[in-house]
Structures are given as structure tokens and as C-alpha cells.
């Protein structure tokens, strides 16, 4: 084997070493306060996001195209969708650049050739209820709904600690909202939420590469019942949510709607 091969291993083999998970328990309510979560429905377009620099962000997928633009770092920033790093490299890689934290599911981070600079946490799926967790509830942080019993509804829930695991909904965005909880912040303000999929997503042109997009196909059986069991059990006083998106998909009485100018006189802008 030749020396430049011999090096490139060692190389490789260097890096796999140096590179750590965090455990999500290191960051179990570290902050407080407001957080923008920047989605990529096509609202997003035009969110002047150098006027809440100051304010902490968390983002996902080819949102972080808002971020590079801008020249602004994200808090946080969430994938799930594990083709994404394939279908758009160059938007995965600035993400892994520039981001403070980063969350991909624990087995993603093997396989991706860009490792994040910020510190990596590992997603993971919380446990599907047996019929006595779901009754009785054992794990507090762990939330679920004990009158849905079906099937299906077994993976529904909201978590409030991540290092237990989280609740997959189909969109990011709800991994996203159960990272702002766990993260301690209490008043969260929804950019791009749509759930549109015929409106595409902002950062995407005709001559772009597109990803694809399975929202209207689990809207009804998996989006809609997980942010109801959230409006229902999760938001209060201490944890509230409002949607920027005024077209957005979701009903106003699950996530409330606000304007821009209700966010700035909330944050007091």
C-alpha cells in the first residue's frame, strides 16, 4: 500500500477518534427565554433575520441557507432526514460549519463525510409504548396522550427530555419544538412553518435541486395528532408557541397565529 494511502487512512482514522457525541443531558435547560425555529416553508422568504441575531435560533435542513446568506451562526441546527447530507451536500456542509450545536440521529454521524464543528448530539427515538406505559405512564418527561391507543398512535408524543429520546412526528420541525423544551426555552416564535407542499420550500428554484417532500402524505395520520397532543398537554404559561405562518396548514386553535409586529412587541422591538 503507498504512503499517500497509508496517510489518508491515518488521517481518517484520526478524525473518527477525535470526533464525540455530547449526551443531550449536558444541555437539559441551558437557557431560557425566546428562540426563533427557522423551517423552510416559503413564508420564510423575506424573515429579516439580522433584526433577531440577537435573539437564539434553531433551524433544519436547507433553512440553513437563511443563515449563510446572512452571515449569521444558528444556535442549533436539526436533520432527520437522512438522505438530505446526499440530496443537498453543499447546504448539509455549511450547516455542519457554522452551527453551534448540531443534532442527526445517532447513527448518522458514522456515515456523513462532514463532521459539525459545534457540538454533536445524537437523536434518538423514544421507546414505542407497551399498553402500561401508555396507561400508567412511568416516564413523566415522556409525554403521551393514554386515550390513544391505536397502533399508530403508539409513536405519538412529545418529549421533554431528549436524552430519553424524542418523538417523530414527520417533520423536523417538531424534533425541532421538543429541543426548545428541553433546552428550557419558553416562548418559541414558528418561521416557515407552512406544512405547504405544493408551495415548495424558500430556498428552492426551478433550477435548484429539490428534495423530496412527504408532508400531505403524513399531515393527517402523524403532524396534526402530534402538535394537538402538544397544544393540548405541552403549551402553557411556561411554554408557549406562536406561528409566524399565516397560511400555515396548522389550525390556529392548535398553534396560535401572530404577525411580525405582534413578535416585535412581544420581544419588545
Known amino acids: 500500500m503507498s504512503r499517500a494511502k497509508n496517510l489518508g487512512k491515518a488521517l481518517i482514522a484520526e478524525t473518527a477518534a ?19 425555529i427557522i423551517a423552510s416553508g416559503n413564508s420564510a422568504r423575506g424573515f429579516p433575520i439580522e433584526e433577531f441575531s440577537t435573539v437564539p435560533m434553531i433551524t ?14 444558528p444556535f442549533f441546527y436539526i436533520c432527520s432526514d437522512t438522505n438530505f ?15 453551534e450545536n448540531v443534532a442527526l ?29 401508555t396507561l400508567f405512564n412511568p416516564q413523566e418527561s415522556l409525554v403521551r396522550d393514554s386515550f390513544l391507543l391505536s397502533k399508530r398512535s403508539k409513536d405519538i408524543g412529545f418529549s ?29 416564535f414558528l418561521v416557515g412553518f407552512d406544512l405547504n407542499q405544493a408551495a415548495g420550500r424558500f430556498y428552492e428554484t426551478s433550477e435548484s435541486k ?11 395520520t402523524r403532524i396534526l395528532p402530534s402538535l394537538k397532543l402538544m397544544s393540548e398537554h405541552i403549551v402553557s404559561d411556561d411554554f ?23 413578535a416585535r412587541r412581544m420581544l419588545n422591538r
Open 18 to 36: 477525535s470526533f464525540k457525541q455530547t449526551s443531550f443531558s449536558e444541555c437539559k435547560n441551558i437557557k431560557s427565554g425566546p428562540v426563533f
Open 60 to 73: 433544519m435542513n436547507g433553512a440553513i441557507s437563511m443563515f449563510s446568506q446572512a452571515g449569521t451562526k
Open 85 to 99: 447530507p446526499l440530496q443537498q451536500p453543499e447546504l448539509f456542509a455549511t450547516a455542519m460549519q457554522i452551527s
Open 105 to 133: 440521529w445517532e447513527e448518522q454521524f458514522d456515515i456523513v463525510q462532514t463532521k459539525p464543528n459545534g457540538n454533536a448530539f445524537g437523536l434518538k427515538k423514544a421507546p414505542r409504548a407497551s399498553m402500561f406505559t
Open 160 to 188: 421533554k427530555d431528549m436524552s430519553l429520546g424524542c418523538f417523530d412526528a414527520r417533520t423536523v420541525m417538531y424534533l425541532a419544538l421538543q429541543t426548545a423544551y428541553h433546552l428550557g426555552f419558553n416562548k418559541v
Open 210 to 220: 429539490r428534495s423530496p417532500c412527504g408532508l400531505d402524505q403524513h399531515y393527517g
Open 240 to 262: 408557549q408557541v406562536y406561528n409566524l405562518s399565516a397560511d400555515s396548514k396548522v389550525p390556529g386553535h392548535i398553534i396560535e397565529k401572530i404577525s411580525l409586529d405582534d
